[in-house]
């Protein structure tokens, strides 16, 4: 008789446990999942767009907050950026027909407080005051590798590939093998 009430109240003890994991395993938020993918744009003579780099953050965080965004730097005027040194500069952002025509060279998944710092690096760069845009010292590569570097990624700037977007993140894909990434030809 004993061994039997023990077997019940051990088998309703295990589904009590049980019922209880899984109740906790419903209530806990689900995991952050946001994806920040590098990507070039080769330039084209038809849009009269130069060759750039830039990122595309997409997901959600661990508050539900959705994140739909990309982020990019340039001179305001390219004719500045070009002639006269340091230029005004602007944050840009992509079109998804934009986005389509570009390559992406490898994504990585942040938490979200890679992600804040991500987006406090993009302000940052916004905000900076004065004529901050050059050619050699502050273009979008520059830019792109300051947020490779946030989230970890070794991102140098060599003189080969200052204004080289696709080589570069080429480059970036060889220097941090974790990637797996493949080059784009």
């Known amino acids: 008789m004993i061994p039997q009430v023990l ?8 589904a009590a446990v049980l019922l209880a994991v899984a109740a906790v ?15 070039s744009f080769n330039g084209s003579v038809l849009w009269g767009r130069y060759p750039h780099t830039f990122v595309v953050l997409k997901g959600e965080l661990d508050d539900g907050t ?12 390219t ?7 340091p230029a005004e500069h602007m944050i840009m952002t992509e079109t998804e027909r934009t986005i389509a025509a570009t390559n992406r060279h ?25 004529d901050y845009y050059d050619l050699d010292e502050n273009n979008c590569i520059h830019f792109v590798a300051a947020l490779a570097r946030v989230v970890g990624l070794e991102a140098d700037v060599p003189e080969d590939y200052l204004r080289r977007p696709k080589a ?3 480059y970036i894909s060889r220097k941090n093998p974790q990637l797996g990434a493949r080059e784009i030809p």
């Open 7 to 14: 077997s019940r109240f051990t088998a309703r003890m295990v």
């Open 168 to 170: 570069w993140l080429n």
């Open 106 to 130: 490898f994504t990585v998944t942040v938490s979200d407080r890679e992600y804040r710092r991500l987006l406090a690096t993009v302000l940052a760069w916004r905000d900076y005051p004065g």
């Open 66 to 77: 959705k994140v739909d965004a990309n982020y990019g730097f340039s001179a305001r005027y």
């Open 25 to 39: 395993g419903l209530a806990t938020p689900a995991q952050a999942d946001v994806q920040v993918s590098f990507h």
């Open 79 to 85: 004719s500045q950026a070009i002639s006269s040194g």
